[in-house]
């Protein structure tokens, strides 16, 4: 379409919309992607490079669906429903060690169709696409947010002495490990794109590990990147589904929520922990645990605070959320980022369930 005839063609459909009143216009605008935003920038997670293709658009409820097509160089082929492209450029250069460029085309009725040409070669798992909400304050529309690997092999993780993680009291106590956010829901993100949801997952990982290594019982709420409830859950639901995993067995002593904290200044930091409490035992599994992270990492005590977080009101046993650090801080986001820091937090959290059960006779 001809800038003139787009010109045109927006006044009439601005006339056309005072004319229909605002009630026709959400369910017309609703129905439509026009594509309006790019931005593409680099991350590191699990010792992998990863690229994040941000795309950009009018309206909500994107319909897409995606697959990688085994030609040589291999592509990353995206539909989207009902969406149109006047603005971006058809061709958009991408980093180039993990992707080349991508293309933007229509693809017959009201469909756009994406096309990213790869660098390396990409397996199935190895590259994400979701959407995500608005960010005012960042000044980005809603987004197709889509995340590709570079094609490198996680280095084989280092021993871990778990030999030496021995500690007495945990034998047959059941414990629920919750790490907070996950599948859609990526949590914080740190300033270099470190995502709360793989943080957290890293550590409750070892976290269950030691655990069960000592005789604890211990069931997660997530053994990996998903929703525990189901992507486009409610947040209450989502909440609720992880409370459930400890309400299942009626044996639970324990629900262990672990999350990064963060804050629109990137200079706070720090180590805290939350209680709501029920009863003393709330408050006494939250000291328990801040005091071994203080002092495992060295961390600025943050101390452990009174908090009315879903989980905790609504779990049925004592229960504490644990903030380790602020990935929104240069610094702990690096930190965060680090397997032997996440080992050492895991440490310590268990020795502060060890010490909790020790206390408790
Ligand atoms: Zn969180």
New binding site residues.
């Given amino acids: 379409m001809s800038l003139f005839r787009c010109v045109k063609f927006c006044c009439l459909l601005m006339m056309a919309l005072v004319c229909l009143g605002t009630g026709l216009m959400g369910s017309a605008e609703a129905a439509k992607h026009e594509l309006n935003y790019f931005q593409y920038s680099k991350y590191e997670d699990a010792g992998r490079q990863w690229l994040r293709i941000e795309i950009g658009m009018t309206g909500k409820q994107l319909e897409f669906a995606s697959e990688v097509r085994e030609i040589k160089p291999k592509q990353l082929k995206l539909t989207l429903q009902n969406t149109e492209n006047d603005k971006l450029k058809k061709d958009i250069s991408l980093d180039r060690e993990i992707a080349k460029y991508m293309t933007i085309r229509d693809a017959g009725k009201k469909a756009a169709e994406i096309v990213i040409t790869l660098a390396t070669p990409v397996a199935e798992h190895d590259y994400r696409v979701y959407t995500m909400e608005p960010e005012r304050r960042a000044k980005k529309p809603y987004r197709l947010v889509i995340e590709i690997a570079e094609d490198k092999l996680p280095e084989a993780e280092p021993q871990k002495p778990y030999s030496d993680t021995v500690l007495p009291n945990l034998a047959g106590h059941h414990i629920v490990i919750d790490p907070?956010?996950g599948g859609s829901d990526s949590?914080?993100r740190g300033p270099h794109g470190l995502m709360?949801k793989n943080v957290t997952l890293a550590i409750c990982r070892d976290v269950d590990e030691i655990l069960r290594a000592n005789g604890a019982q211990v069931a997660m709420t997530r053994y990996s990147d998903v929703d525990v409830y189901g992507p486009m859950a409610t947040d209450r639901q989502e909440l609720q589904a992880r409370v459930d995993v400890g309400l299942v067995n009626p044996d639970t002593e324990l629900f262990v929520s672990v999350?990064?904290n963060a804050f629109t200044s990137p200079d706070a930091h720090g180590t805290g922990t939350y209680y709501y409490p029920h009863s003393q035992r709330d408050t006494a599994i939250a000291q328990a645990i801040q005091d071994e992270m203080v002092q495992a990492t060295g961390l600025r005590d943050r101390g452990i605070n009174y908090a009315r977080f879903y989980v905790l009101r609504n779990a049925s046993m004592p229960a504490t959320l644990v903030e380790t650090a602020f990935i929104s801080n240069y610094q702990e986001e690096f930190l965060l980022g680090q397997e032997q820091f996440r080992h050492n937090m895991a440490v310590a959290i268990c020795r502060g369930i060890s010490k909790y059960f020790g206390a408790q006779g």
Wanted: charged fraction near 15%; include cysteine.
């Fill in positions: 907070g956010h949590g914080a709360e999350h990064c």
